[in-house]
């Protein structure tokens, strides 16, 4: 990624947040445009729920979108889980090889992974969830070093766009009253 696609993506980052789009909305553009610029077919970003010890499709992007929001992964199970508590990206070639590729979901879609890069988000050093990359289109030896950069721009953004949406919260609240 060339440094003015890094300056493109804060820029379109910056744009939805002075937006009044809301947090899934903001979540399912990011990584669709995150996507795009690195060459992935697909993506999509799972959250954590720490109070059912789950991650679940948040946003994502592709034919499937509305289909694999459904699906919930308990702790510990997939790849994902692993870039979670490595708090570190994980980037599998054959996905069909891969033991901790969850192939349920991807068979009941009938959606085939080639390969995937998860990126853990972090919000103030916890873990909040991760980006899930599908597909790499156009894959070449810095493009896990560049999407760590764009996910760096990521995790800041989403921390700002939780941080209005609570203060939005406290103004309507505050209106209603």
Not at 22 to 41: P, R, W
Request: include cysteine.
């Amino acid at each position: 990624m060339q440094s003015n696609q890094k300056d493109d993506f804060a820029l379109f980052l910056f744009g939805l947040l002075a937006t009044d789009v809301n947090y899934s909305a903001f979540i399912e553009q990011s990584i669709t445009k995150l996507a795009d610029l690195h060459g992935y077919a697909d993506s999509s970003f799972l959250e954590i729920d720490p109070n059912q010890n789950i991650a679940f499709f948040r946003a994502a992007s592709g034919s499937n979108a509305t289909h694999l929001k459904k699906f919930i992964i308990p702790k510990g199970e997939g790849i994902i889980w692993q870039a979670l508590n490595g708090r570190l990206p994980i980037e599998v070639n054959n996905a069909s090889d891969n033991a901790a590729h969850l192939k349920q979901i991807s068979e009941s879609l009938n959606y085939t992974v080639n390969d995937l890069l998860v990126v853990p988000v972090q919000l103030r050093g916890r873990v909040f969830g991760a980006v899930e990359l599908l597909n790499c289109q156009k894959r070449s030896a810095e493009t896990l070093e560049q999407v760590r950069k764009s996910s760096g721009y990521f995790d800041k953004a989403l921390e700002v766009m939780l941080l209005f949406n609570g203060y939005r919260a406290r103004f309507e609240q505050k209106d209603a009253a």
